[in-house]
């Protein structure tokens, strides 16, 4: 459960204001930071042979493969397994340590900014991305590597740290990662706080509107960002301009826990579907050797699905970069082949915005299902894909209306140039209430309840929440 302590509501309106008026940074003062921060870093990636991983070796008996202090990550295998039937045999992630994603939070002049960094992370398709103030591994704080240690750590860990906002373990990718979890935190600082080479502060709405730009806004800052309930819209904001921004208000306020309001479902409602949701999951899946994977073959450059497999490879690369704690490593990553896409299905139900939420199950996940966005393909899926008719029919039909659309880059330090299109799609208000069981309309407000706890909702749909907080 996490534990929340809030300073108070922030309209989008009023927030917009503040980052324009009383922001520390300018949006123009940011962009030329950025571009000094590109040019400045000394950042390489080449993707290696096996045999050149420094410290990282294959088991010969399993076939995993891990780093020489046991640290870190390891590859291994997944089987999944509905009945006696095998539904699924892949390589996969598995870290079971508990990192750190955190942003330290300050008011100046009574405005809130977060304290972001520009990170280099191997697997980032453009170098650096927009971080939490910390984005660390366990392996990584613990310096297992012999590097610098983590700027800001002990605002988060050890007896004085800062106040504490939010502090909620969440999910990673369950296609990719078994049972990965990090613990998304945000912490209020009241002193002074020096400010480092490579961070910045900005306001929440500068933070968000960044979501409007391919790429530049990581993974990891996107989902502690949803996690962050009390930048709420004010109650006394004027109406927004167009049916759309109206409806998007409402689903921030409305508050169903009691039955009251105008949202479809109650919160007890929407528990009890998800619960008998995760009852009807009737798969189970284990790790197992990688020499144990069926289908799948290693060469000296990488680990690949026989045949030409359209989801992913695993791979190595050399690492250098001179603002990390170690200014050069090897390592495995594993490489998507092509562009996922995740999107939220929404329609305006009695005047509030609601979402088409979906209870998917992943193989990696510890819970095994969880809140998806309405569509989610990965890599190699297309339309397709959707089984749902009326799904595919309308996303392909053009029968919906377009408030957010971009490439958006996954978690850069496991996977290499993992991209996701990311959209926000509004349906007509004849589109269907009645909708097959995996799928239920929830609002906004509802899932941010949940988002007070872990395994509610997926990586995906946490990072579409906060590309719709950037809407107005």
Known sequence: M????????????????????????????F????????????????????????????????????????????????????????????????????????????EFNGVLHCLMQAKMEPGNVNTIQLSPTVQATRSNYT????????????????????????????????????????RNMVVLATGDVPLADNFVWLTLAQVRELTQRDNLLNMDARTVLSCMS????????????????????????????????????????????????????????????????AGWTRDDKEIAETGGGKDFRIIAVEVAANTREVAGWTQPLLHPYGQARAAFLTRPIHGVLHLLVRARPEYGLMDQVEMAPTVHLLPGQDLDDVSEPFLRDVLRAGAVTSRYDQVLSEEGGRFYNALTRYQILEAQEDFPLDVPPEFQWVTIRQLMDLLRHGHYLNVEARSLLTCLYSLR
Do not use: M
């Open 2 to 29: 996490t534990h929340v302590v809030e300073p108070g509501p922030r309209g989008h309106a009023a927030a917009h204001r503040e980052a324009e008026g009383l922001a520390l940074t300018t949006s123009a003062e």
């Open 31 to 106: 962009h030329l930071w950025w571009q000094e921060r590109l040019r400045s870093g000394g950042f390489s990636v080449e993707q290696i042979p096996f045999d050149r991983l420094d410290s990282w070796a294959f088991d010969p008996r399993t076939g995993n493969l891990g780093h020489d202090s046991g640290r870190f990550f390891t590859v291994e295998g997944l089987r999944a397994r509905e009945g006696n039937r095998e539904v699924r045999s892949q390589p996969i992630i598995h870290q079971p340590e508990i990192g750190i994603l955190g942003i330290v939070v300050k």
């Open 143 to 182: 310096q297992v590597h012999k590097g610098k240690g983590t700027r800001y750590l002990e605002r988060f860990v050890g007896p004085d740290r800062d106040q504490v906002l939010v502090d909620v373990l969440q999910s990673e990718q369950g296609a990719w990662f078994w049972r990965k979890r990090n």
């Open 230 to 293: 009390f930048a709420l819209p004010d109650r006394d904001e004027s109406a927004p301009a167009d049916a759309f921004g109206a409806a998007l208000v409402r689903s921030y306020r409305e508050d169903t826990a009691d039955g009251g309001g105008r949202a479809l479902h109650t919160q007890r409602e929407i528990l009890s579907w998800f619960t008998e949701a995760k009852t009807r999951c009737e798969w189970s899946a284990r790790l197992i050797p990688v020499n144990e994977v």
